[in-house]
């Protein structure tokens, strides 16, 4: 069973600097659009960012400029970097992945959470 594994998140401060990773465990067949979205207490969970197979990127608007997304296809592994952390970006972060192996479907990482203290 494919299972997406998170890391880098924790506590920082504001102007401070983040990288997450992401990558799926278990046996996959193609991996297509990656990307990073995030909750905050009492808001709907958003997108962050997405990078497709072929590199094309996408940003929310609140991050652009900030953050960078970027994958490692050898590595089946997706990253975000994030710098100029601002309090509003204190959320759960959660990896997304599109993946076929049988049927294209997405999977969810259990989430990380990202403070950011003033």
């Known amino acids: 069973q494919v299972q997406l594994v998170e890391s880098g998140g924790g506590l920082v401060q504001t102007g401070g600097s983040l990288r997450l990773s992401c990558a799926p465990s278990g046996s996959i067949f193609i991996l297509n659009t990656m990307g990073w979205y995030r909750q905050a207490p009492g808001k709907q969970r958003e997108l962050v960012a997405s990078?497709?197979?072929?590199?094309?990127?996408r940003y929310a608007e609140s991050v652009k400029g900030r953050f960078t997304i970027s994958r490692d296809n050898a590595k089946n592994a997706v990253y975000l970097q994030m710098n100029s952390l601002k309090p509003e970006d204190t959320a759960v972060y959660y990896c997304?992945?599109?993946?076929?192996?049988?049927?294209?479907?997405?999977?969810w990482g259990q989430g990380t959470q990202v403070t950011v203290s003033s």
């Open positions: 997304n992945a599109n993946i076929f192996i049988t049927a294209p479907r997405d999977y």
């Open positions: 990078i497709t197979r072929g590199g094309s990127t």
